[in-house]
């Protein structure tokens, strides 16, 4: 009997319905050409939950994602809508973190590749671009700052108030997402650089003093510490030297996005959320790493590869489909390379290049799987 996925689809906000709606339709060519079967479960989030049901995680959409085995996700927030709607209520701490909470996503993949054919999107001059940008991000996504206790805006008098964030981490939460990326370069260069501000937190202390523990079980990968303020500069200077990225939840956030833009476009770049694995199954929740870009949505303009990739991800960590994943892989690449452009990743100045929509670069991937 084929495989049958149980997969969440929860589109979101902004580009996200637009998106996924071409990440379903690659998803559904691959079944075809694998003999595998998916029942897509699509479900509300973000401010479309909030006004399908009041909640930007309605609880027939957290049952939805519970009967699942992964949720591609959209993406979810709209900074200018109801600003009466409380923080810890909005999509981003409601929707998002929740997700990542309950389901213990700890570790986050971001793999930021710049293709060759994508040279001239991306905003380093060409030498620094050396033989290509090749960059696997290994976030660490259900604590540090993000989680940490106490947090709290207080009224200290005078008009005055006290904001508290509290960055918490511990042994054991360092030691599983270290083990995650140490895996993660073994099967690519074998470089680690574990990113910290070890010089004035006493969470980089540890950090520090726990991946080079981890390292030691590790001798075939090459572990290198850098503060998260040089690596930010790094990432611009000489971005060929990294190969897997290890940092804690919001250094993580903040490098991601930085070396997104270097792999020519935020609509590029994946990603995957996984918890623990347990048996053959490990639960994952995908999306893309860019937002919900109000401004072009519903124009058919947003770039939907780093949605499919997202699916092709899936394929390969939550369900094993390994032929299918690579296949997706392939025919984005294929796709690309016969010159076909969304407008972010558009040069007026190639003449081989054609800028298409959403709905057009999507048939063709699918086409192409
Ligand atoms: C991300 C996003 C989220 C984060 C926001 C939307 C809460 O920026 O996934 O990188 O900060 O984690
Ligand atoms: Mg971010």
Same mark, same amino acid.
């Given at each position: 009997m084929s495989k049958r996925l149980k997969i969440a689809a929860l589109a979101?906000?902004?580009?996200?319905?637009?998106?996924?709606?071409?990440?379903?339709?690659?998803?559904?060519a691959a079944s075809k050409k694998f003999a595998f079967e998916i029942e897509v479960n699509e479900a509300p989030v973000g401010w479309a939950g909030i006004d399908a049901s009041g909640k930007a995680l309605p609880d027939a959409t957290l049952a939805a994602c519970k009967a699942s085995d992964s949720i591609l *996700?959209?993406?979810?927030?709209?900074?200018d809508r109801d600003p009466t709607i409380p923080r810890d209520q909005r999509p981003e701490r409601a929707a998002l973190l929740r997700l990542r909470k309950? *389901?213990?996503? =700890?570790?986050?993949?971001?793999?930021?590749?710049?293709?060759?054919?994508?040279?001239?999107?991306?905003?380093?001059?060409?030498?620094? !671009?050396?033989d290509g940008i090749d960059i696997l991000v290994v976030r660490e996504l259900t604590g540090g700052i993000y *989680?940490? !206790?106490?947090?709290?805006?207080?009224?200290?008098?005078?008009? &005055? &108030?006290?904001?508290t964030d509290?960055?918490?981490?511990?042994?054991?939460?360092?030691? +599983?997402?270290?083990?995650?990326? =140490?895996?993660?370069?073994? &099967?690519?260069r074998k470089k680690l650089t574990s990113i910290d501000k070890a010089n004035v937190l006493?969470?980089?202390?540890?950090?520090?003093? @726990? @991946?080079?523990?981890?390292?030691?079980?590790?001798?075939?990968?090459t572990l290198e510490h850098m503060l998260v303020d040089n690596a930010a500069m790094q990432l611009v200077l000489r971005p060929t030297q990294f190969d897997v990225v290890l940092c804690e939840?919001? =250094?993580?956030?903040?490098?991601?996005d930085e070396a997104a833009a270097l792999a020519g476009s935020l609509g590029m770049v994946p990603s995957a959320s996984l918890g623990a694995t347990s048996g053959e199954q490990t639960f994952g929740f995908y999306e893309p790493a860019g937002g919900t870009a109000p401004d072009i949505a519903g124009k058919n303009l947003a770039n939907p590869i780093a949605q499919i990739?997202?699916?092709?991800?899936?394929? +390969? *960590?939550?369900f094993k489909l390994n032929d299918a994943a690579n296949a997706i892989e392939a025919a984005v690449e294929k796709v690309i390379n016969a010159g076909l452009r969304t407008g972010d990743i558009y040069n007026p100045a190639d003449n081989s290049a054609r800028k298409v929509g959403t709905r057009e670069i999507g048939d063709a991937i699918a086409a192409a799987v």
């Open positions: 979101g906000d902004g580009i996200g319905p637009e998106v996924m709606a071409e990440a379903l339709k690659v998803l559904r *996700f959209g993406s979810v927030g709209l900074p309950e *389901f213990s996503l =700890f570790a986050n993949l971001r793999p930021v590749k710049l293709p060759k054919a994508l040279a001239h999107a991306c905003p380093l001059a060409p030498q620094r !671009q050396g *989680f940490g !206790q106490p947090k709290s805006i207080q009224d200290i008098g005078n008009g &005055q &108030q006290r904001a509290t960055m918490v981490y511990t042994t054991a939460e360092i030691e +599983r997402i270290a083990e995650v990326s =140490f895996r993660a370069a073994q &099967q690519r006493e969470n980089g202390a540890l950090w520090r003093d @726990v @991946v080079t523990r981890v390292a030691k079980k590790y001798p075939d990968v939840n919001m =250094f993580g956030d903040i490098l991601s990739i997202s699916a092709a991800l899936m394929l +390969r *960590f939550s």
